[in-house]
């Protein structure tokens, strides 16, 4: 009976300690370093464009898309590119910038691999 006894006693403390080991009672997280999150900045690029006389922003827009860049994200960086556009018109012959994203690898991907 006292074989029996130590055997069940011995089983109960293996099984503990191997789910112990396997599943882990001490978080892991206070020995991994801290994580610092990826946050991508959108950086924008421009394109020298010539308007002509009917030119709109929006009409730019539909002239070189962007699909990385909603319209009030693009209308911001535009007026940040053009501030003197904010209380006139666009004149035909007039040199702008227009914003466009450019296309670089995302770096939070390359960090994390």
């Known amino acids: 009976m006292r ?9 109960v403390t293996f099984h ?4 112990d080991l396997a599943e882990g009672t001490i978080p892991l997280a206070s ?8 946050v991508e900045e959108a950086e924008f690029g421009f394109i020298p464009i010539t308007t002509v006389d009917g030119d709109t922003i929006e009409s730019l827009f539909a002239l070189y898309p962007d699909t990385e860049m909603g319209f009030l994200d ?8 053009n501030p003197h556009l904010q209380n006139q018109k666009i004149v035909g012959g007039e040199k702008i ?6 296309e670089e690898p995302n770096a939070c991907s390359k960090k994390n691999v």
């Open 74 to 81: 693009r209308l911001s960086s535009f007026y940040s590119l």
């Open 16 to 19: 503990f300690i191997r789910i």
């Open 97 to 102: 910038r227009l914003p466009l994203t450019q």
């Open 3 to 11: 074989i029996f006894v130590l055997a069940l006693v011995l089983f």
């Open 31 to 38: 020995f991994m370093g801290k994580v610092e999150p990826c």
